[in-house]
């Protein structure tokens, strides 16, 4: 394994499900380069659930901090801030099952954790320089949450709205919006906001200058 010095920035960007975390994390990309980046998103680490049945699979909450393999994030994070490589596990949102294959990526100057409850796991917020929350209304980010689930995860309606009653919303509220308190800048509105999008690439370059 290739070891190479880094002292790269780390950026947590959280929010609700369907908050525009991804139209916040591509300004940052597209700003700074994507060479100098590596995004890496929690939604990877959920766990493998091919020991179960699909139909127990379906029933799991995938909204609750324990479906994710958290611990394993917080090593490829720790072994990238100390210059290592990692290989970042693929995931499968249609079966929910990890890919046989992985992502293998080297350290870069900027970090970008993305997904809804990294602020909620307290190593892992600790590994972060920059707290970044977007905040959105709930009926924009449900709608977006269904375009994307209908799109990308080849989900239907029913099961989308059923997920989003019985676990989605319970869970935001438990774990996601407490954990606005943690973030070190909230933008309103989410990809839409300039100002706050402005406010945030000042704030990025100041810490990169620091580094």
């Avoid at 990309?29 to 699979?57: S, T, V, W």
Wanted: net charge neutral.
């Amino acid at each position: 394994m290739k070891k190479t010095k880094t002292n790269a920035l780390v950026i947590g960007v959280a929010g609700g499900s369907g908050s525009g975390k991804t139209t916040v994390v591509n300004l940052i990309c597209d700003h700074f380069g994507k060479q100098n980046i590596l995004r890496i998103e929690h939604d990877f680490y959920y766990r493998d659930l091919k020991h179960m049945p699909l139909a127990d699979r379906l029933q799991q909450n995938f909204d609750h901090p324990a479906s994710l393999e958290t611990e394993l994030l917080i090593r490829h994070l720790k072994a990238l801030l100390k210059g290592y490589p990692v290989r970042i596990p693929q995931y499968n949102f249609a079966e929910h099952i990890r890919n046989n294959t992985h992502l293998e990526v080297q350290p870069t100057p900027v970090i970008i954790i993305d997904g809804i409850l990294i602020f909620s796991e307290l190593e892992l917020r600790e590994l972060m320089d920059v707290k970044i929350f977007v905040d959105t209304d709930d009926d924009v980010r449900l709608l977006r949450r269904i375009r994307r689930d209908i799109s990308e995860r080849k989900r239907d309606l029913d099961s989308i709205l059923l997920q989003y009653e019985t676990y989605v919303r319970p869970m935001h509220l438990k774990f996601v919006e407490p954990s606005k308190r943690y973030s070190d800048m909230i933008i309103p509105h989410g990809g839409k906001n300039e100002v706050a999008q402005d406010m945030l690439i000042s704030m990025i370059q100041r810490q990169l200058d620091l580094c």
